[in-house]
């Protein structure tokens, strides 16, 4: 499932801060940094602790749950993480800002927003979370209300390293604040700079004065989620529309192509596996069996859809007339049913126009395979609901 994918994307993020080596004052797998209370055991305590929480961030996201969801699931799993950790503050920072950047993801993906930087910066502002999120000039809270600025232009530097220094020379880390305050700061930020190109200078610093740049940490886990997941995005949305339609040539292979009636409900944007949509096939299945008489033979519902496939024994002309009510639907909206016999009943067939975009006039299949359109023009021109059919 793609919730599953998320959660394996982030927890693999903390795990990548976590094996980076040579970072000043952070805990590595033989080190433990400025941090007499961690180590590399506790650290994956913590990382494991959190597992099932980003999958239900996002899930509250795609599913339109309010802001006060997603702060009450993160202080459970915070709980859950000091339980872990015998009450060490590993990864708050991570449950606080990194939750609720997935359920921001979580809400694009509900809206079919592919623009990741532009549509959480809009989702802030709609949730109005600079009022909400108080004492936002520094550390997670600044770095959230910024639309989580420094994480995205953070990934222009590859090497993850090199990375976290840039990090730690814009960032104002609570961490260091917390243990150096505002002098030790702005010397972290300009021994991070040298840093980026080689000077060391930094490690005796932070040694000295037993820093920790926490906060910069829980930034590079931001960044490279975001890296991994953009990557993740771009080729889950090339392949999703071919993976559909091949997916759809094997039901048909498998039933031999012969007497069999496949029906899809074709749900726009990348999640397609969501109770919204489940209720809706679900009801679109009630209909085509009690309509049509037909025996439901396969039913199937995942990341590529809701399917289905029936059995009948009607006639050659019986199908013509269901392929044209069929047809009738699928212009208004959100279904298609293909039909055979010994051969397909399509449009061509019977001479009807190939079907077109609900958006535009393109072939739907074009628009499909180019994702020309997001969720909310494609559901916003389907005037059709499954509601709406009605053969009594």
Do not use: W
């Amino acid at each position: 499932m793609f919730q599953n994918k998320i959660e394996q994307l982030a927890l693999n993020a903390m795990i990548k801060e976590l094996m980076l080596k040579d970072k000043p004052g952070l805990v590595e797998k033989d080190d433990s940094g400025s941090h007499e209370d961690m180590s590399y055991h506790t650290m994956t305590s913590s990382i494991l602790s959190l597992r099932g929480y980003f999958s239900s961030a996002f899930d509250a996201g795609l599913n339109n749950r309010d802001f006060n969801y997603i702060r009450n699931l993160g202080k459970r799993y915070e709980r859950k993480m000091l339980r872990a950790t015998c009450g060490v503050n590993t990864h708050k920072g991570v449950v606080f800002q990194l939750g609720i950047l997935i359920y921001l993801i979580g809400r694009l993906c509900h809206r079919g927003e592919f623009n990741l930087a532009k549509g959480i910066n809009e989702e802030i502002e709609f949730l109005n979370l600079k009022t909400l999120l108080k004492e936002n000039r520094f550390g997670a809270r600044r770095e959230l209300i910024s639309g989580y600025s420094l994480s995205f232009d953070a990934i222009k530097i590859k090497d993850h390293k090199k990375r976290l220094f840039y990090i730690m020379s814009k960032n104002h880390d609570t961490n260091i604040l917390r243990r150096g305050g505002v002098v030790a700061l702005k010397e972290i930020k300009r021994l991070s700079k040298l840093a980026i190109n080689g000077d060391d200078k930094i490690y005796e610093y932070i040694i000295k004065n037993r820093l920790s740049p926490g906060g910069s940490a829980d930034i590079l886990i931001n960044s490279i989620f975001i890296e991994d997941y953009i990557q993740f995005i771009s080729k889950f949305r090339a392949e999703l529309p071919k993976k559909i339609l091949e997916e759809k040539e094997s039901m048909a292979y498998i039933s031999n192509y012969k007497d069999i009636i496949i029906a899809s409900l074709i749900f726009p944007g990348l999640i397609k596996d969501f109770p919204l949509a489940r209720a809706k096939f679900d009801k679109l299945d009630d209909l085509i069996r009690k309509r049509y008489g037909v025996k439901l033979i396969y039913k199937k519902m995942d990341e590529l859809g809701m399917r289905a496939i029936y059995r009948h024994d009607f006639s050659r002309k019986k199908l013509i007339a269901m392929k044209k009510e069929m047809i009738a639907l699928e212009e208004m909206g959100l279904i298609d049913v293909d039909i055979y016999d010994y051969e397909m009943i399509d449009r061509k067939s019977l001479s009807i126009k190939q079907r077109r975009c609900l958006v535009c006039e393109k072939p739907a299949k074009t628009c499909m395979i180019e994702n020309n359109h997001t969720k909310e023009e494609i559901l916003s021109s389907a005037f059709f609901t499954l509601e709406s059919m009605n053969y009594d």
